[in-house]
């Protein structure tokens, strides 16, 4: 109702107004003398208040409630929003640690596998350098047997060959005590150049 107030001296000052223009010769629209045209003015107002005080308590109150309840879904809106974000940030920060926790197990699960391939290859390495030094030592001793009996056969091989040549140059068979220093030195000579 006090919003109408401030249009009540407009509509006095209608008929002053209409008045004095009428005293000009002015606007025969608004010949406030004419009795149709103040019946006019009066339905107007009248139709004017009738709609003010409609829109008033009926119009305006369901326009403000609609915006109202539009205003309360959207910050329901933005507060779901701002909790699913915040939802989201925890559950990207909770990822992360879970990532880096991995991560951390991964390169100590990798560093504990490689030490202990390190372990089982330096064992391994360990048994097998034995078992080659085993067979090596083998070997030399297999090998410095058969020098052995190869140079006790050479020995005798020489011995024999070198009896066999005395005894068709000379015609005799040496003597066995002599040809074996001779046979000694001439085997050492050979092994040492």
Same mark, same amino acid.
């Given at each position: 109702?006090?919003?109408?107030?401030?249009?009540?001296?407009?509509?006095?000052?209608?008929?002053?107004?209409?008045?004095?223009?009428?005293?000009?010769?002015?606007?025969?629209?608004?010949?406030?003398?004419?009795?149709?045209?103040?019946?006019?003015?009066?339905?107007?107002?009248?139709?004017?208040?009738?709609?003010?005080?409609?829109?008033?308590?009926?119009?305006?109150?369901?326009?403000?409630?609609?915006?109202?309840?539009?205003?309360?879904?959207?910050?329901?809106?933005?507060?779901?929003?701002?909790?699913?974000?915040?939802?989201?940030?925890?559950?990207?920060?909770?990822?992360?640690? +879970?990532?880096?926790? *991995?991560? $951390?197990?991964?390169? !100590? =699960?990798?560093?504990? %596998?490689? &030490?202990?391939?390190? /372990?089982? #290859?330096? +064992?391994?390495?360990? *048994?097998? $350098?034995?078992?080659? !030094? =085993?067979?090596?030592? %083998?070997? &030399?001793?297999?090998? /410095?047997? #058969?020098?052995?009996?190869?140079?006790?056969?050479?020995?005798?091989?020489?011995?024999?060959?070198? %009896?066999?040549?005395?005894?068709?140059?000379?015609?005799?068979?040496?003597?066995?005590?002599?040809?074996?220093?001779?046979?000694?030195?001439?085997? %050492?000579?050979?092994?040492?150049?």
């Amino acid at each position: 109702m006090p919003r109408f107030a401030a249009f009540v001296p407009v509509f006095a000052a209608l008929p002053t107004l209409a008045w004095a223009e009428e005293r000009k010769g002015g606007m025969p629209q608004l010949d406030f003398a004419d009795k149709l045209l103040l019946s006019q003015v009066v339905w107007l107002a009248i139709i004017f208040f009738a709609l003010y005080l409609l829109l008033a308590q009926w119009g305006l109150p369901r326009v403000a409630s609609v915006l109202d309840e539009r205003a309360r879904r959207i910050s329901g809106d933005l507060d779901a929003a701002h909790a699913a974000k915040q939802n989201a940030d925890d559950a990207l920060a909770e990822l992360n640690a +879970a990532a880096r926790h *991995a991560h $951390d197990e991964a390169q !100590k =699960a990798i560093a504990s %596998a490689t &030490e202990r391939a390190k /372990k089982e #290859a330096l +064992a391994q390495t360990s *048994a097998l $350098d034995a078992r080659l !030094k =085993a067979e090596l030592e %083998a070997a &030399e001793a297999r090998i /410095k047997a #058969a020098e052995q009996a190869a140079a006790g056969a050479l020995r005798e091989a020489a011995t024999e060959t070198a %009896a066999t040549l005395i005894s068709r140059l000379t015609g005799r068979m040496p003597e066995g005590p002599a040809l074996g220093p001779a046979i000694e030195q001439a085997l %050492a000579a050979r092994q040492a150049g």
